[in-house]
Antibody
Framework: EVQLVESGGGLVQPGESLRLSCAASGFTFSDYGMVWVRQAPGKGLEWVSYITSTGRTIYYADSVKGRFTISRDNAKNSLYLQMNSLRDEDTAVFYC???????????WGQGTLVTVSS | QSALTQPPSASGSPGQSVTISCTGTSSDVGGYDYVSWYQQHPGKAPKLMIYEVYKRPSGVPDRFSGSKSGNTASLTVSGLQAEDEADYYCSSYSGSNNWVFGGGTKLTVL
């Protein structure tokens, strides 16, 4: 059974940093690209970042470019999102999801809440 | 990276059919057959319902169908059931290595 479990969320002040993790199991992690998608409270979904299976190619949404860094450790079956210079508008539930070759996201974690507030 | 446009709400009675639209531009929905749809129940993670415009993942009932015409994609839920009540989001590749979602549609089963 495919499982994705996010962790690392919490309450931080504007300008601070946070690192999210996503532990994958039930599939060959190194075969799949992965993404982070976020959802602000009561709002819709927003794609944040994508990383290929090898980690060699990475893309970011303009809203986080230069502040967030996606990475992965295939030996540990783990995906990460380093978030720096956090802003109030980054407050959201962050989901990791598996990326398919048809460019859809077929398995999602339960999400981890990041709250940025002074 | 503007969000795709979806109606905020849709509704139908059990057994009826409902169609949810998702309007983008020629740079996203109209430019690629990489439209997908997600169902999200309150407090839960999204679930993939449709990919590549009309294809269903294993386990998704055939009551769910997708289509596209020009810059607008559509999700149709036939034979509405109570458990279909949820938020639905469309998504598309939008070029320049970006993906975009719609604002979401709350489907109510009356």
């Amino acid at each position: 059974e495919v499982q994705l479990v996010e962790s690392g969320g919490g309450l931080v002040q504007p300008g601070e940093s946070l690192r999210l993790s996503c532990a994958a199991s039930g599939f060959t992690f190194s075969d799949y690209g992965m993404v982070w998608v976020r959802q602000a409270p009561g709002k819709g979904l927003e794609w944040v970042s994508y990383i290929t299976s090898t980690g060699r190619t990475i893309y970011y949404a303009d809203s986080v470019k230069g502040r967030f860094t996606i990475s992965r450790d295939n030996a540990k079956n783990s995906l990460y999102l380093q978030m720096n210079s956090l802003r109030d508008e980054d407050t959201a539930v962050f989901y990791c999801a598996r990326f398919r070759s048809d460019w859809s996201f077929d398995y999602w974690g339960q999400g981890t809440l990041v709250t940025v507030s002074s | 990276q503007s969000a795709l446009t979806q109606p905020p709400s849709a509704s139908g009675s059990p057994g009826q059919s409902v169609t949810i639209s998702c309007t983008g531009t020629s740079s996203d929905v109209g430019g690629y057959d990489y439209v997908s749809w997600y169902q999200q129940h309150p407090g839960k993670a999204p679930k993939l319902m449709i990919y590549e415009v009309y294809k269903r993942p294993s386990g998704v009932p055939d009551r769910f169908s997708g289509s596209k015409s020009g810059n607008t994609a559509s999700l149709t839920v036939s034979g509405l059931q109570a458990e279909d009540e949820a938020d639905y989001y469309c998504s598309s590749y939008s070029g320049s290595n970006n993906w975009v979602f719609g604002g979401g549609t709350k489907l109510t089963v009356l």
